[in-house]
């Protein structure tokens, strides 16, 4: 009898190449599920090696190994050491300028005096008027006064006699001058050592009577009275400062009593 072949019957090797295809395809499909769900659910990406440096060491050792994608090795960053400096900066600055308030100042050796009433009994001298005026035109205060000329408050940190310009200033105490100098807010200023507290006489003309290194004694000409930029829009004074150690003292505190 003849024999037919069924015309549906494929060849062994069609069947072999069909199957390949769904294989592939099948892996396509899958490699695309892959990727929509590794960027929807923040899986990371094995090329970013920064990934790995957020992860605990247990951690980062499992996603190593899932990935296949070793971390990188991490340099040791070395600060440089700051290198001390070989030689203390010293700054240079008028011994007259404590602040843009204060004329006065202080050096590192001095003491410290902390109760006011200690630094007044310290100044054992009787101390005597700069001018030959006894009047106060503002006196000495560590509250905020009214400063005319700046047009604000501050802390009046020495007392204003009233003199006229070119009238003698005379020395307070005896002692020696320790320093002149020229300061924007408060005009000449000559600083005069008297041992355990030092006198500060401000707004003094330039052509004062003493030099530095002079030792003057009680009622000597030290100069004459001048301009006070910071205390221009007042009357003509002398403006007194007194300093024991670290401490400004209101001078009339110590001013020989005229009873």
């Known amino acids: 009898m003849k024999k037919y072949k069924h015309a549906n019957v494929k060849k062994p090797t069609e069947r072999v190449g069909f199957y ?16 929509a ?86 100044v054992t001298d009787n101390l005597v008027y700069p001018v030959r005026s006894h009047q106060v035109v503002k006196p000495y205060s560590e509250d905020g006064v009214y400063n005319s000329t700046l047009r604000d408050y501050r802390a009046h940190t020495g007392c204003d006699f009233a003199a006229q310009t070119g009238e003698n200033v005379y020395a307070m ?17 000559i600083e005069v050592d008297c041992g355990d507290f030092s006198v500060y006489y401000c707004g003094l003309d330039s052509d004062f009577a003493v030099e530095k290194g002079d030792e003057v004694s009680t009622g000597d000409t030290i100069g004459t009275v001048g301009q006070i930029p910071c205390e221009s829009s007042d009357q003509p004074h002398v403006h007194i400062e007194i300093r024991v150690g670290d401490r400004l003292i209101d001078p009339l505190s110590v001013i020989e009593n005229d009873g």
Do not use: H
């Open 20 to 35: 390949i295809a769904l294989s592939i395809c099948m892996m396509a499909v899958g490699f695309a599920v892959w990727s």
């Open 37 to 122: 769900y590794s960027t929807m659910s923040g899986a990371p990406d094995p090329s970013d090696n920064t990934y790995f440096s957020s992860l605990s060491t247990e951690e980062a050792a499992v996603a190593q190994e899932m990935t296949g994608v070793t971390e990188p090795e991490t340099e040791a960053v070395t600060q440089a050491a700051t290198e001390a400096p070989t030689q203390e900066e010293t700054v240079v600055e008028s011994r007259l300028l404590i602040s843009e308030t204060k004329p006065g100042t202080k050096d590192a050796e001095e003491d410290v005096v902390k109760d006011p009433l200690q630094a007044v009994l310290r």
């Open 173 to 189: 105490c005896g002692g020696t001058v320790k320093e002149i100098s020229v300061s924007e807010l408060y005009g000449v200023i």
